[in-house]
C-alpha cells in the first residue's frame, strides 16, 4: 500500500466531527507532529491570537465523553498524569490544524502539515461524493416506491375476489 495512502487513513481516523465541523483533537496532533499535547498546547497559548474560537476550541465533558466512547477503549480510562483534575481536550479545526503550522515550525510539523491538509481535502471529496450518492439513491427510491404502488394495484385489481367464509 502506498505510504501516503496510509498516511492519510491514520490521520483520517483521527479526524471527528463536533459541533458540525471537522476537528481533530490537541493529542492526537501531538502524537502526529512528535511532540508532548503539553508542549502543543503550550505553543498555542502562547500565541493564543491566531486561534480564534471557530479555529479551536475545547471540548465539553459530554463531547469529550462521546469521543472516547466512539475511540474505543483506548481514551476510556484517564491515565495517572490526568486522574487528579479533569483534563478536557482543545480541538483544533481545519483552520486551526493550518494555523499551528505557523506556531510549529520543525522540518516534521511541515510535513505533517501537508498531510493534514490533504486528509481534509479527501474528505470534503468525499463527503461531496457521499451526498451526490445519496441524492441519487433518494430519487432512486422515490421512482421505485411509486412503480411498485402500481404494480401492486395492478395485482390487487387482477386477483380473484375473496369468497365470503359464511357461504
Known amino acids: 500500500m502506498d505510504t501516503n495512502l496510509m498516511e492519510l487513513q491514520i490521520i483520517q481516523q483521527k479526524i471527528h466531527e463536533i459541533r458540525g465541523v471537522w476537528v481533530m483533537l490537541d493529542a492526537d496532533l501531538a502524537e502526529l507532529y512528535g511532540v508532548e499535547t503539553k508542549v502543543l498546547n503550550q505553543s498555542v497559548k502562547r500565541n493564543i491570537e491566531r486561534f480564534p474560537d471557530d479555529f479551536m476550541f475545547q471540548l465539553t465533558s459530554k463531547e469529550w465523553d462521546t469521543v472516547r466512547i466512539s475511540r474505543g477503549s483506548q481514551f476510556v480510562t484517564p491515565s495517572k498524569k490526568f486522574r487528579s483534575h ?17 506556531v510549529l515550525r520543525s522540518p516534521r510539523a511541515v510535513q505533517t502539515n501537508i498531510a493534514f491538509m490533504r486528509a481534509f481535502v479527501a474528505l470534503r471529496h468525499y463527503a461531496h461524493a457521499y451526498a451526490e450518492l445519496s441524492q441519487k ?3 432512486l427510491e422515490a421512482k421505485y416506491d411509486a412503480e411498485i ?19
Open 137 to 139: 439513491i433518494t430519487e
Open 86 to 102: 479533569i483534563y478536557l481536550p482543545y480541538c483544533f479545526t481545519e483552520q486551526g490544524v493550518a494555523m499551528l503550522s505557523g
Open 149 to 167: 404502488a402500481d404494480i401492486h394495484e395492478a395485482l390487487t385489481q387482477l386477483a380473484p375476489p375473496d369468497k365470503d367464509p359464511d357461504a
